[in-house]
């Protein structure tokens, strides 16, 4: 073995890693090479010195203050989650029909009023949604978000697992007047149903109607601007809540295989309106059988689904 | 959960000195994968435990990639908040150890990247070692205790001289004791990319502390 084979083996040497055959040959070549000895003794009296190294001791505290800190990282996530977790809401006709918001308008320029600071919701195909931030806690689709959303700082945030993009806009923030382009006027409770992402469009007399740039003059007087989702297959004829559920009760397993290529919001808003539906009608506990008795797995997985939706209901419901 | 590892050889000539070159491989649970899944199942002081367990080794790492404890210990809370935020996505593809390192390491080269007022505070604190300073470290630390050994505390800016990309494996490696495959996997780079950072890491403190050992240096390779 020569100089370059020492030293692209003397790593291995060190560890012990050599064959023995390649190690044999190594010794031998440090009998013959005091350079190469004297550079595996200062290697070898190195590493000692490295791994003999104190090991520095943790501050007493440590993971309680780190708990502290989770804490309230908690309390201040969670205002996002809230966020997520209304445009997931709003996709639900429950919560769309009584929609609340005082202005979101989509991606056009106008303008009647200025307010201080605006949630500016970018979605990737380049609309725009713009929510006003009043003072004393936002309010968006009808759901409340704590106050000390106030405290986050300007600039973009991405969300995890969100098809939009967030930021904060420091105003004065030109609030959009809701334009005249109006098409396709759905019932409430078919639209969200069958949708993906957001666009926006107004509500009047629980219909919605989207906006688009293909269709002008027609918005109804007093009708309030909501951000909604993108895929709107208005026009297909779809089944009732209670033709769902009894295809659900005639084959549990087809409905949850179908069900599962849907988006995980989708999935949530049907499990959350059919387990309504069936709750109302008192069929509750003969869906959660049909699927717990199902030779399907998925099928089974949602009758926990339900369960837990059902629950939900029940909490909010008195609210 | 469980994964599989390599176990790692003792270092002949300064350990053993005549251990066995064979690697082993075995299959093994997650020591951490009772707390994870009780983590994950919402229990309370699941994840503190699991802090407690590993705050050890991340603080160790850090501080010997930060140079202070003060940038240590606000790395390792980043490290630890970083793991509560995104850690339940864990699927114990690897070891939970490897995976709290590798939020670790990206904490520590985040932060130097980014701070360069921290980096400008090192170069200094590197000058007042050189004026015969110690380093800021809190007089609970051990280390304090042989930092007037020469040895020590020369060893230590030694390390503090390397460039981040040579220490972090050599720490991991020859301080952390991990193996050759886990640190590719803490850093994500390839494994022969691992050793040879490791040599050159180890060539540069070699040199840097050959005078202290006294010994009779030949810095150019044959």
């Known amino acids: ?319 | 959960m469980s994964f599989e590892m390599v176990e790692r050889g003792s270092m002949a000539g300064v350990e053993s000195g005549n251990s066995s070159s064979r690697r082993r491989r075995v299959v093994i649970e997650d020591p951490d994968a009772d707390l994870i899944r009780a983590w994950k199942d919402g229990e309370d002081g699941a994840f503190e435990q699991l802090v407690r367990r590993h705050e050890r080794r991340v603080f160790g790492l850090l501080m010997r990639m930060m140079g202070t404890r003060e940038e240590a210990e606000d790395v390792a809370q980043e490290t630890f908040l970083s793991l509560h935020r995104h850690g339940r996505r864990f699927r114990g593809e690897s070891k939970f150890s490897t995976f709290v390192y590798r939020v670790a390491a990206n904490a520590a080269l985040n932060r130097r990247r980014t701070l360069g007022r921290s980096r400008a505070r090192v170069d200094r604190l590197a000058v007042r070692h050189a004026a015969g300073d110690d380093l800021p470290y809190s007089p609970r630390d051990p280390e304090d205790a042989t930092s007037g050994t020469e040895l020590t505390a020369h060893v230590r800016q030694a390390l503090q001289r390397l460039s981040p990309a040579l220490r972090m494996p050599v720490v991991l490696y020859d301080i952390q004791g991990l193996a050759y495959a886990e640190i590719a996997e803490v850093l994500s780079i390839a494994e022969g990319t691992v050793k040879s950072r490791i040599h050159r890491a180890r060539q540069a403190l070699r040199v840097e502390l050959s005078d202290l050992l006294g010994l009779n240096d030949k810095e150019s390779s044959p």
């Open chain 1, 1 to 319: 073995m020569n100089h370059s084979g020492i030293q692209d083996h003397m790593a291995d040497y060190l560890e012990g890693h050599l064959p023995l055959e390649k190690r044999a040959l190594f010794d031998a070549h440090l009998d013959g090479c005091s350079d190469c000895l004297a550079e595996i003794r200062s290697m070898q009296q190195t590493l000692t010195l490295l791994r003999s190294l104190p090991e520095p001791e943790v501050s007493l505290g440590f993971s309680e203050s780190v708990m502290r800190r989770v804490h309230e990282a908690e309390s201040r996530v969670s205002w996002m989650e809230s966020l997520q977790g209304a445009f997931s809401l709003l996709m639900n006709p429950r919560v769309l029909a009584p929609v609340s918001v005082a202005l979101i308008a989509l991606g056009i320029i106008g303008g009647a009023g200025e307010v201080e600071k605006a949630l500016v919701l970018e979605v990737p195909g380049g609309s725009l949604a713009t929510q006003t931030l009043p003072t004393d806690g936002a309010v968006l689709a009808g759901i409340s978000l704590p106050a000390h959303s106030q405290k986050l700082a300007a600039g973009r945030t991405s969300v995890p697992g969100a098809s939009f993009q967030i930021r904060l806009q420091s105003g004065p923030v030109r609030v959009p007047e809701p334009p005249p382009h109006l098409i396709n006027p759905i019932p409430l409770n078919e639209f969200s149903q069958y949708a993906r992402g957001f666009r926006g469009g107004v509500v009047k007399d629980d219909v919605f109607y989207e906006l688009t740039e293909g269709n002008l003059e027609a918005r109804p007087q007093g009708a309030r601007m909501v951000a909604v989702p993108s895929r709107v297959r208005a026009q297909e004829k779809q089944p009732s809540a209670e033709e769902w559920l009894a295809r659900l009760k005639r084959n549990p397993g087809d409905f949850a295989s179908a069900l599962s290529s849907s988006t995980l919001a989708e999935q949530e808003l049907w499990i959350a309106n059919l387990a309504r539906h069936a709750r109302q009608r008192g069929e509750l506990p003969e869906i959660i059988t049909a699927l717990r008795q199902s030779p399907n797995q998925r099928a089974n997985l949602l009758a926990e689904d339900f369960e837990a939706a059902s629950r939900g209901q029940d909490s909010s419901g008195h609210r």
